[in-house]
Structures are given as C-alpha cells and as structure tokens.
T-cell receptor
Framework: GENVEQHPSTLSVQEGDSAVIKCTYS??????FPWYKQELGKRPQLIIDIRSNVGEKKDQRIAVTLNKTAKHFSLHITETQPEDSAVYFCAASIGGGGGADGLTFGKGTHLIIQP | NAGVTQTPKFQVLKTGQSMTLQCAQD?????MYWYRQDPGMGLRLIYYSASEGTTDKGEVPNGYNVSRLNKREFSLRLESAAPSQTSVYFC?????????????FGNGTRLTVT
C-alpha cells in the first residue's frame, strides 16, 4: 500500500518567516495530495490540495508544490502568523475507486510560530 | 448545516466492554471513513464505505466492525475493547468517488480503555 513520509516532525520559525514542510509518497499511482491543519483539540481541516496534473497551487500565504518524478510534495507558508501554529498533515491517495481507497496520512508536523 | 456529527465526544470503557461510535453527515456524501489518531502516528484508516451498502477494510481494521446504515450514517463498533484501542476516533465523509476529494471530519471521539 501507499506510504507517506513527512518531515520535519517539529518546526519552529519566527513570526513573519516562511515555513516549509515536505512529504514523500511511495505509490506512483497516487493522484491527489491534500494538506490538513489540526489545531489543538480540534478536528483536521483541509487547507489546500493538489492533483497530479498540476505542479503548483497557491492560496494567499499558502502554496503546495508537487514533483511527480521524485514523488515529493511540499507545503509552503509565507509571512507566518501566530494563528498558523498547529499540526499539519500531508496525505496521498490513489482515489478514483476501483480498489484502494482512503487517504494515507503522514505522521504530522508540529509548526510553532515564535513571537 | 451540521456537517459531520460524531457521538459520543468522550468515552471510558473497561477492557472487554463493547460500544458503538455513531457518525452522521448531512452533506449527501457518498463516501464515509473512520480514522484513529494516536500521538506521533498521524491518522490511520480503520474502515471506509465508498457508497451506501459497501464497506472495506483500511490499514488497521482488527478489533473493529462497521455498518453503513444508510447514506447518512456510518457506525464503528468495538466488540471487546482493549487498551490498545485507546485513541481519538474521527469520522469523515467526502463527496467524490474514492478518496480524491476533500475529507470533512467530525469533531472526534476520545476513547479510553482501562
């Protein structure tokens, strides 16, 4: 099955700096790559996603890049703010039904924004 | 619009007891999922249901059973709880076919088995 590795497990950055979280996946058939943010004691919530026919996607201060050849995708947060402090999860999915289903998640990155 | 609703929010069980976690969604989604979240382990898929009437095992199905009662409801049952099942359980749903569309999570059930 799919295996998703996520690094680093903890990331501390100064407020206003950029943060980058990286994930690799094992199954070249994976075609959907979402990122979820989970604040302490809350449910995971989707912040951005990308599909395999796109190399980069941006939404205000957040961007995701995908390198299908290397089986690698990254989350970039610019101009970090205190409210960005949370655990971030990457995930990968073959999707499309017809067999393996459900997202495979990375183990998470605890992002700490230092004032 | 409530989204995905899970009950209960908290539960303490003794080893060997049984219980059912309830989940309902009001977004008319076809697919529903049960995940467990443990510290340092991320979210692991227990079971999923791609459509009403179908269920399939995920990564960690042992010790659990599920029922897709109708399109709205997907329950998770622990027949004989074990301490290893202490975890936070999340139900989720998605509108697409397969896991290639966003997941909407419930607020979670924190289960402790003593």
């Amino acid at each position: 099955g799919e295996n998703v590795e996520q690094h680093p497990s903890t990331l501390s950055v100064q407020e206003g700096d950029s943060a980058v979280i990286k994930c690799t996946y094992s199954d070249s058939a994976s075609n959907y790559f979402p990122w979820y943010k989970q604040e302490l004691g809350k449910r995971p919530q989707l912040i951005i996603d990308i599909r395999s026919n796109v190399g980069e996607k941006k939404d205000q201060r957040i961007a995701v890049t995908l390198n299908k050849t290397a089986k690698h995708f990254s989350l970039h947060i610019t101009e970090t703010q205190p409210e960005d402090s949370a655990v971030y999860f990457c995930a990968a999915s073959i999707g499309g039904g017809g067999g393996a289903d459900g997202l495979t998640f990375g183990k998470g990155t605890h992002l700490i924004i230092q004032p | 619009n409530a989204g995905v609703t899970q009950t209960p929010k908290f539960q303490v069980l003794k080893t060997g007891q049984s219980m059912t976690l309830q989940c309902a969604q009001d977004m008319n989604h076809n697919s529903m999922y049960w995940y467990r979240q443990d510290p340092g382990m991320g979210l692991r898929l227990i079971y999923y249901s791609a459509s009403e009437g179908t269920t399939d095992k995920g990564e960690v199905p042992n010790g659990y059973n599920v029922s897709r009662l109708n399109k709205r409801e997907f329950s998770l049952r622990l027949e004989s709880a074990a301490p290893s099942q202490t975890s936070v359980y999340f139900c989720a749903s998605s509108g697409g076919t397969g896991a290639n569309s966003p997941l909407h999570f419930g607020n979670g059930t924190r289960l402790t088995v003593t």
